[in-house]
């Protein structure tokens, strides 16, 4: 995938792969009525995939699905984002090329659009609901992040499994994160929190706490832990995290 597909674009692929599928395979394609071809539009479908994902009863899940409309009617950057984030999955993963199971089997993404609706609802005041979309990401999804967080678009939470992202933090475009991965604050700093750059990959189970930056594709490996700040295009890697690829031997 070179270029990015508009919505409506990115769309038309979705349906007509789930059209495919739904002729190939009967059993499986059954499914894909409610979940894509019943719906008007991308939008709608994210909607009922979140209310899918995360609630725990049907009256939850139709309640769920109903916030998610509603922040995308009033914000469509927020379908924008979803659409840039699904087809980013194509570049990074090279075992999908394609749209649907992404949509339908990666909770990493569904969590990360669960969190724009519920940042969404955060930033007009509604904390309390905001709030209660993050716990049901962590209880259903294994993906707890705050809804006061930023984050950026064409961000990629691969395989997604024990991911926490605190507070405040804000995390740019192009960001791959895999899982068992913390970004926080420091108990000391409560009011400070991490800042990722553009085009960072962050390895599996690493943590980065603190006031500290991660300069624009910058690399933390697996199992690090950050505490100072990482220079765009560095790489970092241990306990404590030192960089490989500079004079330096540890962060200072």
């Given at each position: 995938m070179n270029a990015m597909l508009s919505v409506d674009q990115l769309w038309h692929s979705i349906r007509r792969e789930a059209e495919i599928a739904l002729a190939r395979d009967p059993v499986f394609g059954a499914s894909l009525s409610s979940t894509i071809l019943d719906h008007p539009d991308f939008a709608g479908a994210?909607?009922?995939?979140?209310?899918?994902?995360?609630?725990?009863s049907q009256a939850d899940r139709a309640r769920i699905a109903q916030f998610a409309r509603d922040a995308f009617a009033a914000s469509p950057d927020l379908i924008d984002a979803a659409s840039r984030d699904l087809q980013i999955i194509a570049v990074h993963d090279l075992a999908k090329t394609t749209l649907l199971p992404p949509l339908l089997n990666f909770k990493g993404y569904v969590a990360l659009q669960a969190f724009r609706v519920s940042s969404w609802l955060w930033r007009r005041g509604?904390?309390?609901l905001a709030l209660l979309m993050q716990s049901l990401s962590s209880d259903q999804l294994q993906v707890s992040i705050h809804?006061?967080?930023s984050i950026g678009t064409s961000v990629f939470l691969d395989h997604a499994t024990g991911i926490i992202i605190g507070a405040f933090a804000v995390i740019g475009d192009d960001v791959t994160i895999l899982q068992n991965v913390t970004i926080g604050r420091k108990t000391s700093e409560p009011d400070r929190a991490p800042k990722i750059g553009r085009g960072v990959y962050i390895g599996g189970g690493s943590t980065i706490i603190g006031d500290v930056s991660i300069g624009d594709f910058a690399k933390i490996g697996a199992g690090a832990v950050v505490e100072h700040d990482v220079p765009a295009g560095y790489t970092a890697?241990?306990?404590?995290?030192?960089?490989t690829n500079c004079p330096e031997t540890v962060l200072t």
């Open positions: 994210l909607a009922h995939q979140i209310g899918a994902r995360l609630g725990r509604r904390t309390d809804p006061s967080a890697v241990g306990i404590p995290a030192h960089l």
